[in-house]
Nanobody
Framework: QVQLVESGGGLVQAGGSLRVSCAAS????????MGWYRQAPGKQRELVAV???????SHADSVKGRFIISRDNAKNTVYLQMNSLKPEDTAVYYC?????????WGQGILVTVSS
């Protein structure tokens, strides 16, 4: 009942910036929180940042001070602004909606940071 469509991935040089977007449609008001995850080759998927329905944000230590999660309620869209990118940030990035019954995932987009 909730669908997530991601956009904005691509290739960026180390030290650069990139913003990825996640547009939600469907039963928007049933979403408790939204988050961004990433999965690098050969590694487990990890939580990057979370924003609750009340607007409270939290970021993983590895990205704190560099990445910022935000939302535009008018567009039903959540963003992840990624600054000072490092090669180790290279991963497939997934947005997720936390529902009462579980998580709904976006399709995943590749972010590649070149050294």
């Amino acid at each position: 009942q909730v669908q997530l469509v991601e956009s904005g991935g691509g290739l960026v040089q180390a030290g650069g910036s990139l913003r990825v977007s996640c547009a939600a449609s469907g039963t928007i008001f049933s979403i408790n929180a939204m988050g961004w995850y990433r999965q690098a080759p050969g590694k487990q998927r990890e939580l990057v940042a979370v924003i609750t329905s009340g607007g409270t944000t939290s970021h993983a230590d590895s990205v704190k001070g560099r990445f910022i999660i935000s939302r535009d309620n008018a567009k039903n869209t959540v963003y992840l602004q990624m600054n000072s990118l490092k090669p180790e940030d290279t991963a497939v990035y997934y947005c997720a909606a936390d529902m009462v019954y579980g998580k709904v995932w976006g399709q995943g987009i590749l972010v590649t940071v070149s050294s």
